[in-house]
Nanobody, 117 residues
Framework: QVQLLESGGGSVQAGGSLALSCATSRDVLIMYTANWYRQAPGKQRELVATITSGGTANYTDDVKGRFTISRDNAKNTAYLQMNALKPEDTGVYYC???????????WGQGTQVTVSS
């Protein structure tokens, strides 16, 4: 079993920046793809960004150029740097890791991000 500990988030005005971190409880991150999802009020959870164990990153279209996903396998931590935030970025952000070659799948507890106009 792997626990994910998220940190960061909070409230910011539009145009501001926030950074999220997601640390694993065991030395395993290198074997997992790391993902950040978000869930806006009244909406389904959506994938925002993903990064493979080798460092290949992909983003949903509406965050491209504003968000950066990264990882430090030695620290077993994944990150999401969010710049130029918009009110529509508001939601609960969840860290998720999926085993690169298996079915193991773990979620963080979620952290609130609120962007005011």
């Amino acid at each position: 079993q792997v626990q994910l500990l998220e940190s960061g988030g909070g409230s910011v005005q539009a145009g501001g920046s926030l950074a999220l971190s997601c640390a694993t409880s065991r030395d395993v991150l290198i074997m997992y793809t790391a993902n950040w999802y978000r869930q806006a009020p009244g909406k389904q959870r959506e994938l925002v960004a993903t990064i493979t164990s080798g460092g290949t990153a992909n983003y949903t279209d509406d965050v491209k150029g504003r968000f950066t996903i990264s990882r430090d396998n030695a620290k077993n931590t994944a990150y999401l740097q969010m710049n130029a935030l918009k009110p529509e970025d508001t939601g609960v952000y969840y860290c998720n890791i999926k085993h690169a070659y298996g079915t193991a799948d773990y979620w963080g507890q979620g952290t609130q991000v609120t962007v005011s106009s």
